[in-house]
């Protein structure tokens, strides 16, 4: 296997592989927080290490040349993981809105999520579809965890959710290139703000 030659893409798999290294940060900091309910420790857990999957599979998407089969693989891998993130997040704000699902149905719909967000990596339609459904997760959080800011996870919540939020748009600007000593294009510029923004998640998560 041989590096891409882009300038852009190889800072994007730099900045994919940050973005990894704060995700699995976070997935540890879950992992051992002790003032969290197991089930929302698991949800934590597993949408911090379904976002450090995500990042490693993109940053061998960008920084790899491979044929078009594997490039075709990696990328569902790359919607499968980003579903789920974005599924259980849902479930932690359908939890802290009062609502509670049985453990069953909640593996259901994780499960299926990361089987849509795999079809939706092979159909550009499927893939935007993921891109709002991710939009409006993150748009609920923001607001809900705003509304909420007298606990003291829920700024740290609410900017996280407001950060992700302003990476997408970032990743939305197909046209924007920055060069910061590298060139870095929409999918770079993209990493590193959602990496700010899971870092502030990661702490929202870990405070009482």
Same mark, same amino acid.
């Given at each position: 296997?041989?590096?891409?030659?882009?300038?852009?893409?190889?800072?994007?798999?730099?900045?994919?592989?940050?973005?990894?290294?704060?995700?699995?940060?976070?997935?540890?900091?879950?992992?051992?927080?002790?003032?969290?309910?197991?089930?929302?420790?698991?949800?934590?857990?597993?949408?911090?290490?379904?976002?450090?999957?995500?990042?490693?599979?993109?940053?061998?998407?960008?920084?790899?040349?491979?044929?078009?089969?594997?490039?075709?693989?990696?990328?569902?891998?790359?919607? %499968?993981?980003?579903?789920? $993130?974005?599924? #259980?997040? *849902?479930? +932690? @704000?359908?939890? =802290? /809105? &009062? !609502?509670?699902?049985? %453990?069953?149905?909640?593996? $259901?719909?994780? #499960?299926? *999520?990361? +089987? @849509?967000?795999? =079809? /939706? &990596? !092979?159909?550009?339609?499927?893939?935007?579809?993921?891109?709002?459904?991710?939009? *409006?997760? +993150?748009?609920?959080? =923001?607001?809900?965890?705003?509304?909420?800011?007298?606990?003291?996870?829920?700024?740290?919540?609410? *900017?996280?959710?407001?950060?992700?939020?302003?990476?997408?748009?970032?990743?939305?600007?197909?046209?924007?290139?920055?060069?910061?000593?590298?060139?870095?294009?929409?999918?770079?510029?993209?990493?590193?703000?959602?990496?700010?923004?899971?870092?502030?998640?990661?702490?929202?998560?870990?405070?009482?």
């Amino acid at each position: 296997m041989r590096w891409i030659d882009s300038p852009t893409e190889r800072t994007s798999a730099a900045t994919d592989v940050l973005l990894a290294l704060v995700a699995a940060a976070c997935t540890a900091a879950a992992r051992g927080a002790p003032g969290l309910d197991p089930r929302e420790r698991l949800l934590w857990t597993l949408l911090f290490a379904a976002a450090a999957a995500a990042a490693l599979a993109g940053a061998a998407y960008h920084g790899l040349r491979l044929p078009g089969p594997g490039r075709a693989r990696l990328w569902r891998a790359v919607t %499968a993981a980003l579903a789920l $993130a974005a599924a #259980a997040f *849902a479930l +932690l @704000l359908w939890s =802290a /809105a &009062g !609502g509670g699902l049985p %453990a069953g149905v909640q593996a $259901a719909l994780l #499960a299926g *999520a990361a +089987l @849509l967000g795999s =079809a /939706a &990596g !092979g159909r550009r339609r499927g893939f935007a579809a993921l891109l709002a459904f991710q939009a *409006a997760v +993150l748009a609920a959080g =923001a607001v809900f965890h705003a509304g909420c800011a007298s606990a003291p996870a829920r700024p740290w919540l609410a *900017a996280g959710c407001g950060t992700s939020l302003l990476a997408g748009a970032l990743q939305a600007a197909r046209g924007l290139r920055v060069r910061l000593v590298w060139e870095f294009d929409h999918n770079g510029l993209f990493h590193l703000a959602q990496a700010a923004g899971l870092a502030l998640l990661g702490v929202g998560a870990v405070r009482p």
